[in-house]
């Protein structure tokens, strides 16, 4: 017999929305939308082979990057079943370089989407591990419509977070401030069930460090002393998988640390603040861990940009602050 009650994310979405006492409903309507979304897109993703979705399409998209044919239909699923329900005043897309009007046809919401459709798409053809990423700010600015200002917002003010990684099995984890909570899909009853309830980073957990050290000789001599001080130690094991989604579940779940550090190459780092960075340090911190640029809290960065990027420290709490005195120079080897 299971050793917990059978939950679907819509009822768990539910019993949450009754934890506040001024939800009108839309928000959870908003939720519903996306873990449907999530899976669709998750039925191609795990066809994708059998139908010859793999291999670019041919186009590149505003990062100029080369698109996966994955990425196309992932975009175009996200954004029609959330552009017409009236719970958006707009959404912004890693694959479009400027916000997205919700078509004149359709009512407005109070709510913003941003998501990355399929992150670490470069993935797709080899079979490793890809995901959606998304985060939930609510409309602040006056007109009917909503602008980029309403997407330009600090990470604090996040109303939600979460992801979905297609991997061995199609999870949705999401956080609405009130604990993160992950849903593994039966695709036998098309349903997200509840299968990792109030997820905390393990502390000390395990000591995992995550960065790509193939870049040893871009980074700073302060981000080389840290990746060299954790294998002095030889307490360390490294991961890498190369798709963010899959390596931040890893460090969710496991502990450890997730770098992906800025260098002579990417001087800003190569994550994208507002549907990468920000709703990972949401979840982070929702999980008692927690996320930096290497400086500061990725959560009270002030965006100046769509699409900016940002170096990216996150996982368990005394990792993420071990980083940030490296990289000042301050912390005693
Ligand atoms: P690198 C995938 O392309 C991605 O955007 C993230 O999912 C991942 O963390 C990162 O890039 C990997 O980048 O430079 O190590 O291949």
Redesign the pocket.
Known sequence: MPSTSVVTISRHINDQERRHPDATGAFSNLLYDLALAAKIVSREVNQAGLFDLLGSAGETNVQG?TVQKLDQFAHEVIYKAMDHAGHLCCMASEECEDIIAIPDRFPIGEYVLLFDPL?????IDINVS??TIFSIHRKISSGERGTLEDCLQRGTEQLAAGYVLYGSSTMLVYTTGMGVHGFTLDPSIGEFLLSHPDIRIPDPGARLYSV?E??RDRWSDEQRRLVDHMKGTGRYSAR??????A?FHRTLLRGGIFM?PADSKSPEG??RLLY?AAPMAMLAREAGGRASDGVRDILDIEPQSLHQRTPLFVGSAPLVDLAERFLAGTSEI
Do not use: Q, R, T
């Open positions: 990057e992150d670490g798409s470069s993935n890809i995901g790509n193939a870049y890498y998988i190369g798709s963010l989604v390596d992906y190569k994550l990468e």
